[in-house]
């Protein structure tokens, strides 16, 4: 079959300081405020959210070489060093993340770059490994443990992958049921590329709508039907892996199959 993409109906941006789609934010409801306050006693309003546009932030740490570097892999237009695309890449949604979004200054990626296919996900790890840069992955920004801050370490700076691009059914084998995904396809449009097959992921944490393939990999993941279907690694039976010194294969048969083998 011929890859079949993601439709990226579910690609609304999330609120780039909270969670979900600012078009259906809503109100706690009056009964919760009120019972708040009594369950945990008097609660110090926390600081108005700074608007996007009034963050500060340091100017990119890279040089025009590096920046030249990854435009020759990803193209210029994917490589995006606007004060925006860095401050919404600055980190993931637990409580300090989103904490730390209140902040005047805050601590971002030097640039975000978009690559479009495997091969270009492993030029760019090679173009940062020659350069000196670290590199974060980032799928859809759902982590809460850290995983997506934006570390230089001993690096003279960092850039933020963002791998959603790279979506839809690569591969199906309806036999077996084994499905290859791109890593930066959603829950929800792997749900319904898969479902035109008669066939479902079943895989449904609580960030579904945003959360990625290769971020639910990447994390070991677990939903809400992962006690029938097993956590997202009991899934998976092969993953292909860009590295800085090349492609890591690993697994290539289901773990299971239907019928003679
Ligand atoms: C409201 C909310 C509810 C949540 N509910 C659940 C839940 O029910 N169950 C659960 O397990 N988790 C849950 N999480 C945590 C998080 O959603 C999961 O860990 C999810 O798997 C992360 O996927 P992501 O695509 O958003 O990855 P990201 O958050 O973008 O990245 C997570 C990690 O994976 C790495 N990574 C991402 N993509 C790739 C890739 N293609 N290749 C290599 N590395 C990659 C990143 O560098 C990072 O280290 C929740 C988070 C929130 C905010």
Known sequence: MEQESGSGADHVAMRWNGWGDPRKAKELPRAVRTLLPLLLGRIRRPEEPVSLDAVRIDDSALTAEDLDAFRSVVGAEHVDESAEARIRHAGGRSTPDLLRRRAREQRVPDAVVRPAAHDEVRACLEVAGERGVAVIPFGGGTSVVGALDPDRGTHHGVV??????????????????????????????????????????????????????????????????????????????????????????????????????
């Open 160 to 261: 933020t992958l963002d791998l959603r691009r790279l979506t839809g059914l690569v591969r199906l084998d309806e036999l077996s049921g084994e499905a290859v995904l791109a890593a930066g396809t959603t829950g929800p449009e792997a749900e319904s590329l898969l479902s035109a097959h008669g066939l479902e992921l079943g895989h449904f944490p609580q960030s579904f709508r945003y959360a990625t393939i290769g971020g639910f990999a990447a994390a070991r993941s677990s939903g809400q039907n992962s006690a029938g279907n097993g956590r997202f690694e009991t899934m998976v039976t092969g993953i292909r892996v860009a590295t800085p010194t090349g492609t890591s294969n690993s697994g290539a048969h289901p773990a299971r199959r239907r019928g003679p083998t």
